[in-house]
C-alpha cells in the first residue's frame, strides 16, 4: 500500500498568515493527489486535484503544487473560514490512502 | 448534486449493520462510488469503493471480508453492509461519489452517518 505522510499535525496561524502543508508518499503517485477541508459536523470539502488543479468555486488563495511523491497545499491571506482540518489524498492506486491530516488553528 | 447517508446506530461486537447513500442530482450507476470513515479523533480512512460499471468492488484490508458494498440503481442509492463489527469500526461514515466512472478522487461527499460498536 502506498503510504501517505502529512506534516505538520497542527499548525497555529493568525488571519492573513501564508501557510504550507505538506504531503509524502511513500512510493511516486505521479500527480494523482487531491486535498479535502473538514469542518466539524459538515461534509468534507474537495479543494484541489490532480495536484495543482482549482476545484471549480474554491478560492483562489488556496494552491497545490508537486508531484512524483512531495506535495504542498498553500493558503495565502489565511480567512477565519480557512481554519479548519486539511486532508491529502492518493488516488494513483486503491486502497486510497489520506495523510494524517493537518488542523490549522488560529493564533 | 447531493449525499444523504443514514442507517447508522449503535450496536454490539459481533453485529450487523447496513448504511444507506441517497443520491440526487446525479445518476450513481454513472460513477465510481465510495465509502469513507473518520472515527472519533482520527483521520479520515477510506473504506471501500464501488465501480460504475458493477464488475469491481474494492476494499481496504481493515473491512475486507466483513463489509459488503453494493448498489441499487432503480433507487439510485448505495450501500454499506457491515458485520462481523468491532469497536474500531466505530466511526462517522461518508458516502463519497467518485469523479469519474473508475477509481478516481472523491469531488462530492455526504455529512456522514455514526456508527458505534459498543457493549
Known amino acids: 500500500d502506498i503510504q501517505m505522510t502529512q506534516s505538520p499535525s497542527t499548525l497555529s496561524a493568525f488571519v492573513g498568515d501564508r501557510v504550507t502543508i505538506t504531503c509524502r508518499a511513500s512510493q511516486s503517485i505521479n500527480n494523482w493527489l487531491a486535498w479535502y477541508q473538514v469542518k466539524p459536523g459538515t461534509a468534507p470539502k474537495l479543494l484541489i486535484y490532480k495536484a495543482s488543479t482549482l476545484e471549480v468555486g474554491v478560492p483562489s488563495r488556496f494552491s497545490g503544487s508537486g508531484s512524483g511523491t512531495d506535495f504542498t497545499l498553500t493558503i495565502t491571506n489565511l480567512q477565519p473560514d480557512d481554519f479548519a482540518t486539511y486532508y491529502c489524498h492518493q488516488y494513483n492506486a486503491y486502497p486510497g490512502m489520506f495523510g494524517q491530516g493537518t488542523k490549522v488553528e488560529i493564533k | 448534486v447531493q449525499l444523504v447517508e443514514s442507517g447508522g446506530g449503535v450496536v454490539q461486537p459481533g453485529g450487523s449493520l447496513k448504511l444507506s447513500c441517497a443520491a440526487s442530482?446525479?445518476?450513481?450507476?454513472?460513477?465510481?462510488m465510495h465509502w469513507v470513515r473518520q472515527a472519533p479523533g482520527k483521520g479520515l480512512e477510506w473504506v471501500a469503493f464501488f465501480r460504475s460499471d458493477g464488475n469491481a468492488q474494492y476494499y481496504a484490508d481493515s473491512v475486507q471480508g466483513r463489509f459488503t458494498v453494493s448498489r441499487d440503481t432503480s433507487k439510485n442509492m448505495l450501500y454499506l453492509e457491515m458485520t462481523s463489527l468491532r469497536p474500531e469500526d466505530t466511526a462517522l461514515y461518508h458516502c463519497a461519489k467518485g469523479s469519474r466512472p473508475y477509481y478516481y478522487y472523491i469531488d462530492v461527499w455526504g455529512k456522514g452517518t455514526a456508527v458505534a460498536v459498543s457493549s
Open positions: 442530482g446525479f445518476i450513481v450507476s454513472n460513477y465510481g
